[in-house]
């Protein structure tokens, strides 16, 4: 059993994270003829993270061509109508879902029109690292909060790679220390030079 990937860390990887409906699903044989792959089409009506796009199409392993089919556990299937937030891996084939079924939540409107996003069903154990325990999934949220979190895991991330930064740059020289001070050390000097002669005076 997969242990899920922390909600931080999906958002830290992801290369987009967007809200579109699904208009179009087409399953063909990828270029070696052995593997069977479907390209699923958005119309993208949210960007939350990334570049703004209109469309996108996402390729996922599996599918059905001419009665033969394929499938594998922990992978996202997609319907043609259906709303989704898709976290987004760019690979080799084409962009993808980052972590599979993890990286995919399906979007539905309750009673008070207000969008609700939750993930997908997945096998994956989500984990407290902090007491080695599993927790429950993820919750349903509206989308507005969804959006909300994030934004504040990105400026989380932000201000660690800024404050990783800084620790990567080298602290100032002895050489630079005394010339940004060389005012305070030249008083400093004449201070101790009128102590030394006072004292040696009496």
Not at 121 to 131: G, K, Y
Not at 194 to 200: C, D, G, M, N, V
């Amino acid at each position: 059993m997969a242990t899920a990937a922390p909600f931080e860390e999906k958002v830290g990887n992801a290369a987009a994270i967007v809200v579109g409906r699904c208009v179009k699903n087409e399953s063909r044989w990828d270029a070696s003829g052995r593997w069977i792959l479907t390209y699923s089409t958005f119309e993208v009506s949210n960007t939350i993270k990334g570049a703004p796009v209109q469309r996108i199409t996402v390729v996922v392993p599996g599918g059905s061509v001419g009665g033969v089919h394929q499938s594998s556990v922990g992978l996202p299937a997609f319907s043609e109508g259906d709303e989704n937030v898709l976290f987004i891996r760019n690979t080799k084939v084409g962009p993808t879902v980052l972590y599979f079924d993890q990286g995919a939540y399906n979007v539905t409107t309750n009673a008070r029109g207000e969008k609700i996003v939750a993930p997908v069903p997945s096998d994956a154990v989500h984990i407290d690292t902090q007491r080695g325990v599993a927790v429950p999934a993820e919750a349903p949220r509206t989308l507005d909060e969804f959006k909300a979190d994030v934004g504040r895991v990105m400026r989380e991330h932000q201000k660690m790679e800024i404050i990783h930064e800084r620790a990567k740059q080298p602290g100032p020289t002895l050489r630079a220390m005394i010339v940004d001070n060389k005012l305070v050390l030249a008083a400093l000097a004449v201070g101790l030079l009128i102590a030394a002669w006072q004292l040696f005076r009496r």
